[in-house]
């Protein structure tokens, strides 16, 4: 069963970027090394502070869809009531910005 992600990226100026990917650890790879070109790219969002985890394409795209819809300071509860230090996840499951990522 394949997953989808909806994720928040951020810097150090707390700018937000709500996005959705079936392959979250390629798609921050991207971020990182700025393959994108765009929001993320020019404003240096990097930092993956929240992501949600389903198996239903159709309901992450109504969550990215909810989500970019909501005021900043409900986006801002919600990461600081699951990752109150704004910390980068990524580091927390071993991100590395090296060419060998896992297909998926």
Same mark, same amino acid.
């Given at each position: 069963?394949?997953?989808?992600?909806?994720?928040?990226? %951020?810097? @150090?100026?707390?700018?937000?970027?709500?996005?959705? $990917?079936?392959?979250? @650890? *390629? *798609? =921050?790879? @991207?971020?990182?090394?700025?393959? !994108?070109?765009?929001?993320?790219?020019?404003?240096? =969002? $990097? +930092?993956?502070?929240?992501? @949600?985890? $389903?198996?239903?394409? $159709?309901?992450? !795209?109504? #969550? /990215?869809?909810? =989500?970019?819809?909501?005021? #900043? *300071?409900? +986006? !801002?509860?919600? !990461? /600081? /009531?699951?990752?109150?230090?704004?910390?980068?996840? %990524?580091?927390?499951?071993?991100?590395?910005?090296?060419? %060998?990522? *896992? %297909?998926?």
């Amino acid at each position: 069963m394949k997953n989808y992600y909806v994720y928040f990226l %951020s810097n @150090e100026a707390k700018t937000l970027y709500v996005g959705i $990917t079936n392959n979250l @650890e *390629r *798609r =921050l790879h @991207e971020h990182k090394n700025k393959l !994108i070109y765009g929001f993320s790219k020019k404003y240096n =969002l $990097t +930092k993956l502070v929240y992501y @949600e985890i $389903t198996t239903d394409i $159709t309901a992450a !795209i109504c #969550r /990215e869809k909810q =989500l970019k819809g909501w005021v #900043r *300071r409900k +986006k !801002i509860a919600l !990461i /600081e /009531e699951n990752n109150p230090g704004w910390d980068d996840l %990524s580091m927390l499951w071993g991100y590395q910005s090296g060419p %060998s990522l *896992r %297909s998926g």
